[in-house]
């Protein structure tokens, strides 16, 4: 059989040709077979890709996607692109948190009060609240308020206070009070809950106390004697005075008078001086009451007065009785007598 060389020249080329196409198609399929469809959702927007890229990071670098640092992305960077993938990347936005008076700029990709306390790792107590409250929905530049909520125990003593008796005395003059037994305050310690908001108190209750030591009481007796037996019977009085009591009579170491000087022998109040006029500070007795002077000292007693005279040295609880006699006045001396102001 004979060999035709323009018939293998002309299969030749054929063969190429179709080598070349069978590669190249093979290639095209190849290719195609890594593409994938890819959906980008970036702060709420969205991107469709078709890339033959192996990793996100790579498809996002070929497509020149950026994000910020801190963002959200719902795929770790070096996953393997497939085919119908769907990619989340969320930008951090700023908020500002507000605790105990202290703002604070912070980002966060979440939406929510509680996510975006979460993302900053604020620690929040059992207590503790936020304005707006943790489960609501917030915008970008909006202020979360942290309300940190404390119970604190304190003690503290308290005094409690002693009380007063009062026992009537039928042997005690009226208008005279007698101490039987001190007074003294009782202390109890208190145990008190406290509810502090940031710090300032808003609330306190009292849990218990605990008594130290009790109160006691103040024990007083009051006069309510108002009868001196006299020579002339029983005479009613509406106060007894214990006095310092001194003597004096018209002599001139007494008044400093002479007969025959102005005023002499006449009394601060104008009458003359006479048995049973005495001299007081009219600030404690005031001139014209009645009186009735006792002796203390088992002697016999002055007897009714009237107070009508003043003099220099008789001030406070000092009487000058008035004698005739100088010796009288000599032998009484200074005692003391206790002044009984009668009523009238």
């Known amino acids: ?47 469709n890709l078709t890339s033959n890229a192996n990793t996100l990071e790579e498809l996002l670098h070929n497509e020149n996607i950026t994000f910020e640092k801190g963002a959200y992305i719902s795929h770790p960077l070096d996953v393997e692109l497939r085919d119908d993938m769907v990619v989340v990347i969320k930008n951090p936005k700023i908020y500002t948190v507000e605790a105990n008076g202290t703002l604070v700029e912070v980002k966060s990709t979440s939406h929510t009060v509680k996510g975006v306390l979460a993302d900053i790792g604020a620690d929040l107590g ?13 915008s970008p530049g909006n202020t979360i308020e942290i309300f940190k909520v404390e119970e604190v ?13 009062v ?10 009070t007698k101490t039987i037994q001190e007074g003294k305050d009782g202390l109890k310690k208190v145990i008190v809950k406290k509810e502090l908001i940031n710090g300032r108190e808003v609330s306190s209750e009292i849990l218990g106390a605990e008594i130290i030591s009790d109160p006691v009481s103040e024990i007083e007796e009051r006069g309510t004697k108002d009868i001196i037996v006299t020579s002339r019977g029983n005479v009613s009085y509406r106060k007894a005075i214990t006095m310092t009591a001194t003597a004096y009579d018209l002599s001139f170491e007494s008044t400093g008078k002479r007969p025959g000087d102005k005023y002499y022998g006449i009394t601060a109040s104008g009458t003359k001086a006479r048995p049973g006029v005495v ?14 002077v006792q002796s203390l000292d088992g002697t016999k007693d002055y007897g009714f007065a009237i107070a009508e005279d003043t003099g220099g040295a008789i001030k406070g609880n000092k009487i000058d009785l008035f ?22």
Do not use: C
């Open 1 to 47: 059989m004979e060999n035709h060389p323009s018939k293998m020249a002309w299969k030749i080329p054929v063969i190429i040709f179709l080598a070349i196409a069978l590669t190249v198609s093979l290639g095209l399929y190849f290719y195609q077979g890594n593409l994938a469809k890819v959906t980008i959702k970036l702060n709420g927007g969205e991107i």
């Open 126 to 138: 059992e207590k503790d609240f936020t304005n707006p409250k943790l489960d609501d929905v917030i």
């Open 153 to 165: 125990f304190e003690t503290y003593d308290e005094v409690i206070p002693y009380q007063k008796v």
């Open 167 to 176: 026992n009537k005395n039928p042997k005690l003059d009226i208008g005279t």
């Open 279 to 292: 001299a007081v500070d009219p600030r404690v007795i005031p001139l014209g009451t009645k009186l009735y």
């Open 323 to 344: 004698f005739e006699d100088s010796q009288d006045v000599y032998k009484f001396g200074r005692r003391k007598v206790k002044v009984y102001i009668l009523n009238d």
